[in-house]
C-alpha cells in the first residue's frame, strides 16, 4: 500500500485500494482549501499515476463533489460534496473528542447526560482503551431529588421545588440538607456522588425495570428512596472525610449561551479518592464543560437555533 495513502484502517490488505484513493484526494483536497490543487500537486502529493488521479478527478467532477477551473486546471471540493446538516448533528457527537482526551487524562469513564422527558439520559460514553463503561449510553434515571442536581443548582426556585417535591415524601434531614448542597454546587462548581449500597441497588433497580420507562411511579419511589437511605454529596465541613467514603460520579453542569444548563459531564470514579484527587477531577471537568460550552454557542450561532434545558 502506498504510503502517503495511508494504512488500512484493520490489519491485513486494503479491501479496497481504489476506494481508498478516492478518499486520499477528497482529503487532501479538503485539507488544501480554499486553495486549489492542480493535477501533478494531487499526483505528486498522493504518489499516484497521472492516469489514475485523472480518472479518479474525472469522476468526481462529474458528480460534482470536485471542480475543476476551466482556466487554471486546478482542483477544488464542489458543492455537490454531501455534508452533514449541523442542526441534525446531535451536540454530544459534537463532543466525542474532547470527551476522549478528558478520558485519557483522567483515567477513568466519563459520560455525557441530558435531561428528556423527566429523565436524566446518559447520550454519550467513553471508557479508557476502548473499554466497557459501568454508566453506558442510553441508560437513564428518573430526574427527581437528589439525582441530576447539577441541573437544577442554578435552576430558579420554583424548578428546584419541582425536582425536590417529584421524589415524594422523604426524611426531614434530606429536605434540610439539599438546599445546601445545592448552594455547595453552585460555590464549587460539580456535584460529587457517594456510592453506597442503597444506590447501588437503586441503580440496579432502575435499570431493571421493563422499557426503563422513568416516568413509572414506582422508578420515581425508588430514586426517592436514595434521598432516604444515604447522605447526598458532601458539604464543605465533610471534604476532610471524603477519601473515607467510596464514590459513584463526579459531575458538572454544561451550560448553553443564554446560562442554561444543556449537559452533564461525569466522571465515573467508583472508587475511593482523596480530596486532592476529587478537586483536581473537578477542576478538569469544569474545564471540559466550558470548553463544551464554548462549543455548543458555536453551533447554537452556526445553526440558528438555542438548546433548551428541559428541567422539569
Same mark, same amino acid.
Given at each position: 500500500?502506498?504510503?502517503?495513502?495511508?494504512? #488500512?484502517? /484493520?490489519?491485513?490488505?486494503?479491501?479496497?485500494?481504489?476506494?481508498?484513493? &478516492? +478518499?486520499?484526494?477528497?482529503?487532501?483536497?479538503?485539507?488544501?482549501?480554499?486553495?486549489?490543487?492542480?493535477?501533478?500537486?494531487?499526483?505528486?502529493? *498522493? @504518489?499516484?499515476? @497521472?492516469?489514475? =488521479?485523472?480518472?479518479?478527478?474525472?469522476?468526481?467532477?462529474?458528480?460534482?463533489?470536485?471542480?475543476?477551473?476551466?482556466?487554471? =486546471?486546478?482542483?477544488?471540493?464542489?458543492?455537490?460534496?454531501?455534508?452533514?446538516?449541523?442542526?441534525?448533528?446531535?451536540?454530544?457527537? *459534537? *463532543?466525542?473528542?474532547?470527551?476522549?482526551?478528558?478520558?485519557?487524562?483522567?483515567?477513568?469513564?466519563?459520560?455525557?447526560?441530558?435531561?428528556?422527558? =423527566?429523565?436524566?439520559?446518559? +447520550?454519550?460514553?467513553?471508557?479508557?482503551?476502548?473499554?466497557?463503561?459501568?454508566?453506558?449510553?442510553?441508560?437513564?434515571?428518573?430526574?427527581?431529588? #437528589?439525582?441530576?442536581?447539577?441541573?437544577?443548582?442554578?435552576?430558579?426556585?420554583?424548578?428546584? @421545588?419541582?425536582? *425536590?417535591?417529584?421524589?415524594? #415524601?422523604?426524611?426531614?434531614?434530606?429536605?434540610?440538607?439539599?438546599?445546601?448542597?445545592?448552594?455547595?454546587?453552585? &460555590?464549587?462548581?460539580?456535584?460529587?456522588?457517594?456510592?453506597? /449500597?442503597?444506590?447501588?441497588?437503586?441503580?440496579?433497580?432502575?435499570?431493571?425495570?421493563?422499557?426503563?420507562?422513568?416516568?413509572?411511579?414506582?422508578?420515581?419511589?425508588?430514586?426517592?428512596?436514595?434521598?432516604?437511605?444515604?447522605? +447526598? /454529596?458532601?458539604?464543605?465541613?465533610?471534604?476532610?472525610?471524603?477519601?473515607?467514603?467510596?464514590?459513584?460520579?463526579?459531575?458538572?453542569?454544561?451550560?448553553?449561551?443564554?446560562?442554561?444548563?444543556?449537559?452533564?459531564?461525569?466522571?465515573?470514579?467508583?472508587?475511593?479518592?482523596?480530596?486532592?484527587?476529587?478537586?483536581?477531577?473537578? /477542576? @478538569?471537568?469544569?474545564?471540559?464543560?466550558?470548553?463544551?460550552?464554548?462549543?455548543?454557542?458555536?453551533?447554537?450561532?452556526?445553526? =440558528?437555533?438555542?438548546?433548551?434545558?428541559?428541567?422539569?
Amino acid at each position: 500500500m502506498n504510503a502517503k495513502l495511508g494504512p #488500512p484502517r /484493520d490489519a491485513g490488505q486494503d479491501p479496497s485500494p481504489p476506494t481508498r484513493r &478516492v +478518499v486520499a484526494i477528497v482529503e487532501l483536497l479538503a485539507a488544501a482549501a480554499p486553495e486549489p490543487l492542480t493535477l501533478a500537486e494531487i499526483c505528486r502529493d *498522493l @504518489r499516484i499515476s @497521472r492516469s489514475t =488521479g485523472h480518472a479518479i478527478l474525472a469522476t468526481l467532477c462529474a458528480c460534482d463533489w470536485v471542480l475543476r477551473d476551466p482556466l487554471s =486546471g486546478r482542483y477544488a471540493l464542489g458543492g455537490g460534496m454531501p455534508r452533514a446538516n449541523p442542526a441534525s448533528v446531535p451536540m454530544s457527537r *459534537l *463532543l466525542r473528542e474532547p470527551m476522549r482526551r478528558l478520558c485519557s487524562t483522567l483515567g477513568v469513564a466519563v459520560c455525557l447526560s441530558e435531561v428528556r422527558d =423527566g429523565a436524566i439520559v446518559v +447520550v454519550e460514553s467513553i471508557a479508557p482503551d476502548a473499554g466497557r463503561p459501568l454508566v453506558q449510553a442510553g441508560q437513564q434515571l428518573p430526574f427527581v431529588a #437528589p439525582f441530576g442536581r447539577e441541573f437544577v443548582a442554578w435552576a430558579p426556585a420554583t424548578a428546584r @421545588r419541582r425536582w *425536590l417535591d417529584a421524589a415524594g #415524601p422523604v426524611n426531614d434531614v434530606f429536605h434540610a440538607r439539599i438546599p445546601q448542597v445545592l448552594n455547595e454546587l453552585q &460555590v464549587r462548581g460539580y456535584g460529587i456522588e457517594r456510592l453506597s /449500597d442503597p444506590l447501588l441497588k437503586v441503580y440496579t433497580a432502575l435499570l431493571a425495570l421493563d422499557g426503563g420507562n422513568v416516568a413509572d411511579p414506582v422508578a420515581v419511589r425508588l430514586a426517592g428512596a436514595v434521598a432516604d437511605l444515604t447522605i +447526598v /454529596d458532601f458539604l464543605p465541613g465533610e471534604l476532610a472525610q471524603i477519601d473515607q467514603s467510596p464514590l459513584a460520579t463526579i459531575s458538572a453542569p454544561i451550560f448553553s449561551g443564554e446560562g442554561n444548563v444543556v449537559m452533564s459531564v461525569s466522571a465515573q470514579a467508583y472508587s475511593r479518592l482523596t480530596l486532592e484527587q476529587v478537586r483536581s477531577t473537578g /477542576d @478538569r471537568l469544569i474545564e471540559f464543560a466550558e470548553e463544551a460550552s464554548s462549543l455548543i454557542a458555536q453551533h447554537v450561532l452556526f445553526i =440558528g437555533d438555542s438548546p433548551n434545558a428541559d428541567i422539569g
